[in-house]
C-alpha cells in the first residue's frame, strides 16, 4: 500500500472513527481526517466530545461556518470554555464581532482564562474600539489587557474598592485576595467608569471545584475537577459531623476518566479512600478546599436502617375518612443554579395561581441553598420583596433534601407539593392535583404526568430521546388543559411518586417525616424513600393523568447527576430490598396506557375540530425505514396540499393491531402523539376514532406487520383501498427474490420456492405455509383493490407472469426527466439552503460512489469483495458508501471503503456531492421496483452502474445516464471496469462505456476472486 494510503482501521462505531481520526491529525493529516471526523459525528450525533472535535476540524480545515453550527447548540447543552472560546475563534475569523464579544465575555466572567482567550478579547476591543478585557484563573489571578498603558483596571466588591497595587504582580496582572475570590460578582473597570469585556466577573464560579463520592464496601469512590484550571490537582478534604479533619488532605491525582454528563474536554480525576481508613460509624463530609461537600456528600458510615421489603405495608387499621383539606397549599421549590429556568418556573406558578375564591390558597415558598449565582439571588430578592414569593435562605449549599426540609418546617401542617425549579405549570394543575389528593382516605402522594418523569412520561415513558425539546409554556397549557378534558379526577396507582412536581397531602407528611438528609445528600431518591416509608404506613401513592407539569429533566443535579443517581439507587435497593423490580413490574403492566392514550384522543379530536370538518386518508405501511417511508412522505405531503389529512397505519410496536400516527407532525401545533390500538380487542375503539377522525380511503403501501388485519379493517370501516406495490413481498417468501445463491434468484417454479424458504425462512409475518397460498392472497388483495399501483413497467411486467389479469398501473415515485442530460439535470437541482457538507478530499484513487443502507440484497457481499480484491492487488479504486451498511467494520478493514454514515433528506444531495467521486454503483444484486439512491446519484451529477437487472437497469437505459452490467461480472473485473474512469480518461459518451464493458465482461478465467 502506498505510504499516503490512510491505514484501515478494524472498528465500525463512531469512537473508532473519532480514534482514527486523531491518528490521522497526529500525522499531519487533518484534510484525510476530517471525512472520519464527520462520520464520527454521523454516527453519534449526540455525542459531546465527538461534536466539539469536529467542531475543532473543521476550523481547522477552515469551514467556520460549519463550525458555528456544531458549536452553537453544543455550548447551550454544556457551559465549557473551550466551546465558548472556539465559538469566539469562529466569529472573529468571520468577522462577527457582536456575536465575538458576547462569547468572549461569556468566558471571560464565568471560566478560567488562558491564552487563548486573551487573544480573542484583545481583536474584540480593537475591532469594537471597547476600553479593554479582564478575566482571572482558578487560583483568584486577575488578568487584564488593552488599557491604557501604565493603567490598572478599578475593581469592586459590592461597593467596595480593591488596592489591586498591594497584591501587583505583573503590569496585567495581580493576586486577589481571598475574600474577593470568594464573592459573588466582581465588577471591573477602566479608570473612567466605563465596564471591560468579561465584567462582572464571577469568582465562585470560576474557583469551584465540581466533583462527587459514593460509598461502597471498599470504601468511599469518587472525583473532582478544576473546570477553570483542569491541570490543577483538587485536594479533598474529610470532615467530621462537626467539622474536625479526620484525614490528612488528599489529592485527587489517579488516572482522568470519562463521566457521563460532563462537557467535552473534561478529564475529571479519581481518588479512593479505603473503608479501612474512615471511621466505623456517624457521618462524614468529604468537601473541596472552599469547603463545599461534593455530590453525594455527606456519607453515613454506621449500620443503615433495617432493610424492609419495597412496597410493603405493616398491618394496621385502615383509614376509613378523608381528612379535611388544609388551608393552605405551600408549593416548595428548592432553587440553587439555572436562573432562567427557575425564573420561568416562578413565573408559570404565579401565573396559574388558583382563583382567589373558587381555588385553594398557594403559598410558594422558594429555599434558596446559598447559589453561587447573584443574578438569581438578586431576582429572588425582588420577588420577596413583592410579596409573590416566601424567600429562605441557606447561608451554604446543604443539597435538596436540606433544602426541601427546610420549606416542611415553614410549611408547618399544611399541604406541600415538591416542585423542581426546572418545571413549568398551567391553570388548572394545582387544583387537579388536590383534588386527586383527596379523592380517597389513604392517598398520600400525586404526582402529575410530564414530558420527562420516567414512569409518568407522556406520550411514552419508554422513549429516551435526549434530544427533544422540552415543552415551551403554551405548550404545556395545551397538554394540561388536554390531560384535565381526558382524565380529571382520576388517580392511578404507583408504586412511589416522582420528586419533580410532589403532592404530599398533610396528615400524610406528619406521619411519615420529612426527607432523609443523612443518607441521600444533595439529592435523587429521597423521595422514592419518603414513599417507600409511607407504604409501610399504609399511604398510597397515585399518579394524576388529568394534570400535566413540563419537566425540563436532570437540570436539577447538574454535572454529577450520574455518581448521585448510582449512589442513591444503590442505596434505595439497600433499604428496600426489591425496589427496582417493583418498579419493573409497574413497567410492565403500564397502567397509565389507557390515560395517556385518552389524553392523546383528545389533542387529535381537538386538531381536527380546529381544521374544521375533513377527509382523512389512511396510509398503511410497515413499521421500517427505506424508500416505503419515503413515499408515504410524499404521498402525505400530496395529500395534505388536497386538504386531505393523512393518517399513517402501522402495526402496534407491542401486541397485534395498529399504531396511527400524524402524517403531517410539522404542520400540527399539538405535535400529535401516536397511538396504539390492539386488535380485535380494541376494534371498536378503533373505528370510531378514525370515523371521528374523517377516514375515508385507504392506500394500501405494505402489509409487513399487518398479517390479515389492513383487509379486517377495510371491512370494518366500509372503505375501500388502492394498493401500491413496492416489492416483492405478494409472491416471495423472501421479498426480494434473492435465493440461497446470494443473488437473483431467476424466479423458478413453486418446488424451487420452497426450497429456498426451507432453506432460508420467510420474511414475512402471516403463516401461509406454501409459497402458493401467499400467492393467491396477494392476488385476491389485489383483486379487490380499486386499482392496483407500481413504481415501473419493470414490475408490472414480472408480476404479470403470476396475475395475468390483474390491471396494474405504473405510477412512477420520481420523474427521471429523460429528456434532460445529466449536466443539465444537475443545473436543474440546486442544493437546499443552509446545508453545508465538507468536501472529501481526492485521492489517487478512482472513487465509486454508492448511497444508501447497502445490506446484503443491496449488494452489500459485492461491495466487500471487490474492496478485498483491491486490497490484494493494490488496485487503485476506493468505495464510498454514502450512508451505511450491514457491517461497516468488515468494509473498513479492507482499506478501500469509507462510509459515511447515515443521512437524511435534507442533506443527501450534499453529502453525495461532496465525496467528489468519479462514478456512481448500485450494487444490488435483486431486481430492484424503484431504487430511490439512483435518482440521488444523478442530481448529484455522476453516470451510475448497474447490474442489468431490474428497474434500476431500465432507467439507466431509458435516461443513458450509465452503463449495466452482466450480473455474472467478477469482482475483479468490476475493480478494473471502474479504473476506466480515473480522471485523466473520463468517459465521454455512453458508446465508450458500452465498450468497456464488452471488454471487461470478456471471459478470462474464474470470473469469482
Not at 443523612?518 to 398510597?540: K, V
Not at 383487509?711 to 413481498?729: K, N, P, S, T
Not at 446519484?937 to 449495466?964: H, K, P, Y
Request: charged share 20%.
Amino acid at each position: 500500500m502506498p505510504p499516503h494510503d490512510p491505514p484501515a482501521i478494524t472498528e465500525g462505531d463512531a469512537h473508532a472513527a473519532l480514534r482514527h481520526a486523531q491518528d490521522l491529525i497526529a500525522r499531519a493529516q487533518d484534510a484525510t481526517a476530517q471525512p472520519w471526523l464527520e462520520r464520527a459525528w454521523r454516527l453519534a450525533p449526540h455525542d459531546a466530545d465527538i461534536q466539539f472535535a469536529l467542531a475543532m476540524g473543521r476550523m481547522g480545515t477552515g469551514d467556520h461556518e460549519g463550525a458555528i453550527d456544531l458549536l452553537a447548540p453544543l455550548t447551550r447543552r454544556h457551559d465549557f470554555r473551550e466551546g465558548w472560546t472556539l465559538l469566539a475563534l469562529a466569529h472573529i475569523a468571520l468577522a462577527r464581532w457582536e456575536d465575538a464579544r458576547d462569547a468572549t465575555a461569556h468566558v471571560l466572567s464565568r471560566h478560567g482564562f488562558d491564552p487563548a482567550i486573551a487573544n480573542c478579547a484583545m481583536q474584540v476591543c480593537r475591532a469594537l474600539d471597547l476600553p479593554g478585557w479582564v478575566g482571572m484563573t482558578g487560583d483568584g489571578v486577575l488578568h487584564w489587557g488593552g488599557l491604557r498603558a501604565g493603567t490598572r483596571p478599578r475593581v469592586l466588591v459590592g461597593k467596595r474598592a480593591l488596592d489591586l497595587r498591594r497584591h501587583r504582580l505583573t503590569d496585567t496582572t495581580s493576586a486577589l485576595p481571598p475574600a474577593a475570590r470568594r464573592a459573588g460578582t466582581l465588577t471591573v473597570t477602566d479608570a473612567h467608569g466605563n465596564a471591560l469585556l468579561g465584567s462582572p466577573l464571577q469568582p465562585a464560579l470560576i474557583c469551584r471545584t465540581v466533583g462527587a463520592v459514593r460509598l461502597d464496601d471498599s470504601g468511599i469512590e469518587g472525583w473532582a475537577w478544576h473546570p477553570a484550571d483542569p491541570r490543577h490537582e483538587p485536594r479533598i478534604f474529610v470532615r467530621d459531623a462537626h467539622a474536625r479533619l479526620i484525614l490528612p488532605p488528599i489529592r485527587a491525582t489517579q488516572q482522568p476518566f470519562s463521566c457521563p454528563g460532563l462537557p467535552p474536554l473534561a478529564r475529571p480525576c479519581r481518588f479512593h479512600i479505603p473503608r479501612a481508613r474512615l471511621p466505623s460509624t456517624g457521618a462524614i463530609h468529604v468537601r473541596t478546599s472552599d469547603g463545599r461537600d461534593l455530590a453525594g456528600s455527606p456519607l453515613p458510615l454506621g449500620p443503615l436502617p433495617a432493610p424492609h421489603a419495597a412496597g410493603t405495608m405493616r398491618a394496621g387499621r385502615p383509614r376509613r375518612r378523608i381528612p379535611q383539606r388544609s388551608g393552605t397549599i405551600h408549593v416548595i421549590i428548592a432553587v440553587y443554579g439555572g436562573r432562567d429556568l427557575t425564573l420561568a418556573c416562578i413565573e408559570s406558578i404565579l401565573r396559574a395561581a388558583p382563583p382567589a375564591k373558587a381555588g385553594p390558597a398557594m403559598s410558594v415558598v422558594v429555599v434558596d441553598d446559598a447559589t453561587p449565582d447573584p443574578l438569581l439571588a438578586g431576582d429572588l430578592d425582588h420577588l420577596a420583596r413583592k410579596g409573590t414569593i416566601t424567600l429562605l435562605r441557606h447561608a451554604t449549599n446543604m443539597g435538596f433534601p436540606h433544602a426541601v426540609n427546610t420549606g416542611l418546617e415553614h410549611a408547618g401542617d399544611g399541604d406541600v407539593v415538591l416542585l423542581n425549579s426546572d418545571t413549568l405549570v398551567a391553570p388548572g394543575w394545582l387544583e387537579e392535583l388536590a383534588d386527586v389528593a383527596y379523592g380517597r382516605p389513604d392517598t398520600g402522594t400525586v404526582t402529575p404526568l410530564s414530558n420527562d418523569a420516567t414512569i409518568l412520561t407522556w406520550p411514552d415513558p419508554h422513549a429516551h430521546d435526549s434530544a427533544a425539546s422540552p415543552p415551551d409554556a403554551r405548550r404545556v397549557r395545551m397538554l394540561m388543559d388536554a390531560a384535565h378534558t381526558a382524565n380529571a379526577g382520576r388517580a392511578v396507582d404507583i408504586p412511589t411518586a416522582h420528586g419533580f412536581c410532589m403532592f404530599i397531602r398533610h396528615d400524610c407528611l406528619k406521619r411519615t417525616g420529612r426527607l432523609r438528609t443523612d443518607l441521600f445528600a444533595q439529592g435523587y431518591g429521597e423521595e422514592n424513600d419518603f414513599c417507600m416509608r409511607a407504604t409501610r404506613l399504609g399511604w398510597r401513592h397515585v399518579a394524576a393523568p388529568g394534570a400535566f407539569v413540563g419537566h425540563v429533566g436532570g437540570a436539577s443535579f447538574g454535572l454529577a447527576r450520574h455518581t448521585l443517581t448510582r449512589r442513591n439507587l444503590w442505596m434505595i435497593n439497600r433499604l428496600y430490598p426489591g425496589y427496582d423490580a417493583l418498579i419493573a413490574d409497574h413497567v410492565t403492566r403500564d397502567p397509565l396506557a389507557a390515560a395517556r392514550r385518552r389524553m392523546g384522543i383528545v389533542l387529535w379530536r381537538g386538531t381536527a375540530r380546529a381544521q374544521g370538518p375533513s377527509r382523512a386518508v389512511l396510509l398503511a405501511t410497515h413499521a421500517m425505514t427505506g424508500g416505503v417511508e419515503r413515499v408515504i412522505t410524499q404521498r402525505a405531503r400530496m395529500w395534505r396540499t388536497r386538504g386531505v389529512r393523512p393518517l399513517i397505519l402501522r402495526p402496534a410496536r407491542t401486541g397485534t393491531g395498529f399504531r396511527i400516527e400524524d402524517g403531517d407532525p410539522d404542520g400540527t401545533e399539538a405535535g400529535l402523539p401516536p397511538l396504539e390500538f390492539q386488535w380485535p380487542v380494541e376494534r371498536g375503539a378503533l373505528v370510531a376514532f378514525l370515523r371521528a377522525e374523517g377516514a375515508r380511503d385507504m392506500e394500501w403501501h405494505h402489509a409487513l406487520g399487518h398479517g390479515t388485519r389492513l383487509r379486517e379493517l377495510c371491512g370494518a370501516l366500509g372503505i375501500a383501498y388502492d394498493m401500491f406495490v413496492h416489492d416483492y413481498a405478494g409472491i416471495c417468501p423472501r421479498i426480494a427474490l434473492v435465493g440461497p445463491s446470494g443473488r437473483y434468484c431467476g424466479e423458478p417454479g413453486p418446488d424451487a420456492c420452497v426450497t429456498c424458504v426451507a432453506t432460508l425462512g420467510s420474511l414475512l409475518d402471516h403463516d401461509d405455509t406454501t409459497v402458493t397460498g401467499l400467492r393467491q392472497r396477494f392476488g385476491n388483495d389485489m383483486a379487490a383493490a380499486r386499482q392496483v399501483m407500481a413504481p415501473s413497467s419493470d414490475v408490472t411486467g414480472r408480476l404479470a407472469r403470476y396475475f395475468p389479469h390483474q390491471k396494474m398501473h405504473v405510477h412512477p415515485p420520481e420523474d427521471d426527466r429523460p429528456a434532460l442530460s445529466l449536466r443539465n439535470l444537475v443545473a436543474t437541482t440546486p442544493l437546499p439552503p443552509g446545508i453545508h457538507v465538507p468536501p472529501r478530499p481526492r485521492t489517487h484513487r478512482v472513487r465509486i460512489l454508492v448511497a444508501g443502507a447497502i445490506g446484503p440484497e443491496k449488494g452489500f457481499d459485492i461491495i466487500r469483495d471487490a474492496a478485498r480484491d483491491a486490497q490484494a492487488h493494490d488496485l487503485p479504486v476506493e468505495y464510498v458508501i454514502a450512508g451505511y451498511s450491514s457491517d461497516d467494520a468488515e468494509l473498513l478493514r479492507t482499506g478501500h471503503v469509507f462510509i459515511t454514515g447515515r443521512y437524511d433528506d435534507a442533506d443527501a444531495l450534499a453529502l453525495v456531492r461532496a465525496q467528489q467521486a468519479d462514478v456512481g454503483f448500485v450494487p444490488s444484486v435483486c431486481p430492484e421496483t424503484w431504487c430511490f439512491t439512483l435518482g440521488l446519484i444523478w442530481r448529484a451529477g455522476l453516470a451510475c452502474v448497474s447490474f442489468d437487472l431490474g428497474a434500476v437497469a431500465r432507467r439507466i437505459q431509458a435516461t443513458q445516464r450509465g452503463v449495466t452490467v452482466p450480473l455474472s461480472m467478477g469482482v475483479h473485473q468490476l475493480n478494473m471496469f471502474f479504473m476506466s474512469y480515473a480522471p485523466v480518461t473520463p468517459p465521454s459518451r455512453p458508446a465508450d462505456v458500452a465498450a468497456r464493458v464488452r471488454d471487461a465482461t470478456q471471459p478470462r478465467g474464474e470470473i469469482r476472486p
